[in-house]
């Protein structure tokens, strides 16, 4: 079987064959007792599951008496973005804090002076003071992602002083 998935849903399908001679089908996706029999109309499956993890799906196919079984490892890991920041005259050090239970996340940041990087921690320099929408979009390797934005904020100082003008007299 093949699959595909947004996350915490897939959507099975049984490639099988030869799927015109199949019976019936039954499906565990490895949650607890989670057991479907697909009639003869639909043999695939979609299905969602309830916290992150890896599963080992079964397919057993029935034709005529006869039984095979299949079985695949599917997996899910939700990240959770996140970053801090040190900023030095508008040189923002972004330090990313995101975190994932298994697996490798890739890393994509928007800076709202139109430009963005794929760094795990960039350095990003501001060219205006003022305030700056920052935002962070991580992406495990199963397809989940999440978001993490933050306005950063940076001012020049402005030098000046003020005296009393000198007495004369």
Request: proline share 5%; charged share 15%.
């Amino acid at each position: 079987f093949n699959y595909t998935s947004d996350c915490e849903s897939f959507s099975f399908q049984n490639s099988s064959t030869p799927l015109a001679d199949i019976d019936s089908v039954y499906w565990h996706f490895g949650e607890g007792d989670t057991l479907r029999l697909q009639t003869p109309q639909s043999f695939d499956a979609n299905y969602s599951y309830s916290t992150p993890g890896e599963y080992t799906v079964f397919l057993k196919v029935f034709q005529t008496g006869c039984s095979d079984t299949v079985s695949q490892i599917v997996s899910f890991y939700q990240p959770e973005a996140g970053f801090t920041y040190t900023n030095t005259c508008g040189e923002f050090q972004f330090n990313n804090e995101s975190q994932v239970l298994s697996g490798t996340l890739s890393y994509f940041w928007e800076f709202d002076d139109g430009t963005n990087s794929t760094d795990e921690d960039p350095l990003h320099v501001f060219a205006d003071p003022g305030d700056h929408e920052v935002m962070l979009t991580v992406t495990h390797e199963s397809g989940c992602q999440s978001y993490f934005e933050e306005i950063v904020s940076f001012y020049e100082p402005i030098a000046h002083f003020s005296h009393d003008p000198p007495c004369l007299g």
